[in-house]
């Protein structure tokens, strides 16, 4: 085993950093050119990195800019329902916090079975975790086509 590792050449190679080693040897300005090329490589890379996120960047807010567009323009054409849904997220809010005191009071009466059994946790999210997260979904979409308008969109429009 140990001969194998002999017979293959090293992976990684040293470089001698102490001074004047570049001045002892009479390729340091062959090593220099190396690192600058190198240098210069990775600049170009980067550069080409940074032009990639750029476009990504666009590109995403293009179409950020559109949904805002279309949720603006249906707010504009429905009015009244957007300002029932207003009403119906600050109610299903207020439900939501509800239900989220007694899912903690529930976890705090039974932190030591929900621990302990695999089946009490599991009855535990079957109970209490489908209905929290179509609760949380229905917050969402009510949120969004509330009549309140959003900060972030306000801030980008011109």
Not at 23 to 51: H, W
Not at 142 to 148: D, E, G, H, N, R
């Amino acid at each position: 085993m140990s001969q194998d590792r002999r017979s293959q050449p090293s992976l990684y190679s040293q470089v001698d950093v102490a001074h004047g080693a570049f001045g002892a040897s009479g390729s340091s300005g062959n090593v220099g050119s190396e690192i600058v090329g190198l240098l210069r490589e990775l600049l170009a890379a980067q550069d080409r990195q940074n032009e990639l996120l750029e476009e990504l960047v666009a590109h995403l807010c293009t179409a950020q800019r559109q949904r805002a567009s279309e949720l603006g323009n249906w707010k504009q054409a429905n009015p009244t329902l957007a300002r029932k849904c207003r009403i119906a997220a600050e109610a299903l809010a207020k439900v939501q916090n509800e239900y989220l005191l007694s899912l903690t009071q529930e976890i705090s009466d039974n932190f030591e079975n929900l621990r302990d059994g695999e089946f009490m946790l599991n009855e535990f999210i079957d109970r209490f975790g489908p209905r929290l997260a179509h609760l949380n979904g229905l917050l969402q979409v009510l949120a969004q086509l509330s009549s309140t308008p959003n900060p972030a969109s306000t801030q980008n429009s011109p």
